[in-house]
């Protein structure tokens, strides 16, 4: 026969391992959301401005932002324009930027980068907090 003990650390172990699964979502939800709201922050900040100075100083009209993978040529934000007769054109961010402000906003818009990093960062932060906390808590059932 079993103590009452014994059947209380068993229905307790489950329902660890479950909120360790809405932490682990919790996480992944906060970095997924934190690297978008970063890099629409970013894009509003830093590469509109530089894309419209570019564009009132050549006569072009800025129509938009298009962020290239890790794959392509020139990867990274590029600012698209159109001129007076309509066609459109392209201008990589590094050439408007000095390179470590395309360096950093580069990584930050780039969301294959900036989504996991972010998760990391959670995660380490969330551990590091519960770690500290934990001997604050009181032990028992």
Do not use: K, N
Request: overall charge neutral; some cysteine.
């Amino acid at each position: 026969m079993r103590s009452t003990t014994a059947r209380t650390a068993d229905a307790v172990v489950p329902e660890q391992g479950r909120w360790r699964w809405y932490g682990v979502a919790l996480v992944l939800a906060l970095g997924l959301g934190g690297a978008m709201a970063i890099s629409e922050l970013v894009e509003r900040r830093v590469v509109a401005p530089a894309c419209r100075a570019y564009a009132t100083d050549h006569g072009l009209a800025f129509t938009g932002i298009d962020v290239y993978g890790l794959r392509q040529e020139q990867p990274g934000p590029h600012c698209l324009f159109t001129d007076a007769a309509g066609s459109e054109s392209t201008v990589w961010l590094q050439r408007l930027v000095p390179f470590f402000t395309d360096l950093w906003v580069g990584s930050v818009m780039d969301i294959e980068l900036s989504a996991p990093a972010l998760c990391v960062a959670i995660a380490l932060l969330w551990t590091g907090l519960d770690r500290r906390f934990a001997a604050r808590r009181p032990e028992g059932p």
